[in-house]
């Protein structure tokens, strides 16, 4: 007899993603040192304890001179300068500068008191420290060359604000105000499994009606680039016992689960009677191509992913729902790849009371991006979701889009220039 399973519901893609979105909350949040904070999503905000630079300081190496000294210093009325000393990096001046003096500064040391410009080595007429006096017959104004205290950041201003994609150069900046650790989300712990007695690893040989897995390996890279931990990539056949026995493995460590395949119409799918028996997770149909059959539910505290098995519908699904659930769990701010609006190269099909994700190459034209798609947009087809730059959204309302007309576009990658 046959298992019952009950029916799916169905939803608009952006009623789906409120759902997700809904279910997700941030994951608690920890500190670690710099060295591995690149990448992570900033949960505490970082402020800065004092000014950035914390001292007015040279730009250049040369001299530091009173601005108000040299304002008359003309080609016929130089103005002489007597020598005042050193001030090397690392090092502040011992003493203010006195009238109608100059020191030597190297670039990064602290101006000394009263000092408030910086005429560089190059500009000196081959005068080297040794010398006496200098004659100098331009005026300069105050603040040449000089990096101001505070310029940068004053102290107490925002440096790194809350929910920050961490990059190489906000780990510089953190380190310029002294803040060793950060307090960053937890990365998200995911198990991926995918289904079907079909499916053989990419390393076998291929038997008669079988054909590679090509899912868990592009899972396992985008998961990978959305900087997640990756416990464990599964596979099992088209039993339903042996289904739900991979899930409550995962279910019991993971803090996402995802499933590939099963999720369809065939009332034999393992993943439907699995869940089923699991509780908490419903069957969707949205309104989305591609990517129509899933699954999606939050039981024991987890988060679950039904994926239907074809490999566009797969990386679809992922870029659109999972991936800023992932994301939302690790507490970044921006949820979504880069979105940018692009034209049409072509009149590009759809149907109303659905939302449509092409995958579509980019090129410049004249007044920004051109959408090409990127082959047949078949979602069992690899190719070209290889070949794509960005999913191109025709809206739910849209029959089409015809070409020359603009639409939004989610940016999987940018095009070679």
């Given amino acids: ?15 789906a993603r409120e759902r997700v979105l809904a ?11 710099l060295e591995a904070a690149t990448g992570r999503a900033l949960r505490a905000a970082v402020t800065t304890p004092h000014d950035l630079p914390p001292f007015s300081n040279a730009s250049m190496d040369g001299i530091v001179v009173r601005s108000a000294d040299v304002a008359s210093a003309t080609r016929v009325a130089p103005v002489r300068l007597a020598a005042g000393g ?29 000092g408030d410009a910086v005429i560089p080595v190059e500009d000196l007429s081959g005068s080297t420290p040794g010398v006496s006096a200098i004659t100098l017959s331009a005026a300069v104004s105050a603040g040449l060359n000089v990096r101001r205290s505070g310029a940068d950041l004053r102290a107490g201003e925002t440096a790194l604000e809350e929910g920050r994609d ?31 007695d079909e499916l053989v690893d990419v390393d ?14 592009m899972l396992a890279a985008l998961l990978r680039a959305t900087g997640v931990q990756t416990l464990s990539l599964a596979h099992v056949g088209d039993d339903p016992e042996t289904t739900a026995a991979a899930l409550e493995r995962a279910l019991a460590d993971a803090d996402v689960v995802i499933t590939v395949g099963g999720v369809s119409a065939g009332a034999h799918d393992p993943v439907k009677v699995a869940i089923e028996r699991i509780g908490g997770i419903a069957l969707w149909r ?5 990517g129509r059959p ?14 239907p098995g074809n490999p566009a519908s797969v990386a679809c699904v992922f870029e659109v729902l999972v991936r800023p659930a992932l994301r939302k769990l690790q507490g970044f701010a921006v949820l979504d790849r880069p979105r940018i609006r692009v034209r049409a190269a072509h009149s590009i099909e759809s149907r109303p009371r659905r939302t449509d994700f092409v995958r579509v190459t980019l090129a410049t034209g004249t007044s920004g ?18 070949r794509a730059h960005a999913l191109l959204i025709v809206p739910e309302a849209a029959a089409s889009l015809p070409a020359g007309d603009e639409a939004e576009a989610l940016v999987l990658r940018w095009p070679d220039r």
């Fill in 23 to 33: 279910a997700v909350t941030p994951l608690p949040a920890e500190p670690v040192g």
């Fill in 1 to 15: 007899m046959a298992p019952t399973v009950v029916a799916p519901e169905a939803l608009s893609y952006d009623a």
């Fill in 204 to 217: 076998q040989p291929l038997r008669p009606g079988a054909i590679r897995d090509s899912n868990r390996p």
């Fill in 86 to 114: 050193m001030v090397a990096a690392g090092h502040p001046a011992t003493r203010p500068l006195q009238r109608h003096q100059f020191m030597w500064i190297m670039t990064g040391a602290p101006l000394p008191e009263e």
């Fill in 369 to 386: 991006f051109v959408a090409t798609e990127a082959g047949a947009q078949v979602s069992g087809h690899l190719t070209p979701q290889s």
């Fill in 166 to 196: 961490l990059s190489a150069h906000d780990i510089g900046l953190a380190a310029a105000v002294g803040a060793s650790e950060l307090v960053v989300g937890r990365l998200p712990r995911v198990a991926v499994i995918s289904t079907g």
């Fill in 294 to 307: 899933q699954a999606f539910g939050a039981p024991r505290g987890r988060l679950f992913f039904g994926l």
């Fill in 286 to 290: 949205v309104a989305m191509k591609p």
